[in-house]
């Protein structure tokens, strides 16, 4: 069993960052797969960044990255040059075989 804890978001102004922290309960494997992802309002959920199995670092564009700690059991998401269009409830995931584990989600608000 795996749990996932997470901190960060909030409101901040266009342009601005944040940085978004997941904790896991166990160390996070070289075969498991880690991603984050969002959900507007009335939109379907959203792929934000992932790091795989295979070690491929993928996000969905420029201003997202994706990292992990040394100790291999927080997973990291920094936002740069955030938009008003980022507004979303935020979620770390992390598959292990075929099971997935999510984070409580946490609310990033973009907004002047």
């Known amino acids: 069993q795996v749990q996932l804890v997470q901190s960060g978001g909030g409101l901040v102004r266009p342009g601005g960052s944040l940085r978004l922290s997941c904790v896991s309960s166990?160390?996070?494997?070289?075969?498991?797969?880690v991603s984050w992802y969002r959900q507007a309002p009335e939109k379907q959920s959203q792929l934000v960044a992932q790091?795989?199995?295979?070690g491929f670092n993928y996000s969905i564009e420029g201003r997202f990255a994706m990292s992990l700690d040394d100790a291999k059991n927080i997973m990291y998401l920094q936002m740069n040059s955030l938009k008003p269009e980022d507004t979303a409830k935020y979620s770390c995931?992390?598959?292990?075989?075929?099971?997935?584990?999510w984070g409580q989600g946490t609310q990033v608000t973009v907004s002047s």
């Open positions: 995931s992390l598959r292990r075989g075929s099971i997935y584990y």
């Open positions: 166990t160390t996070i494997l070289s075969t498991d797969n």
């Open positions: 790091i795989t199995e295979r």
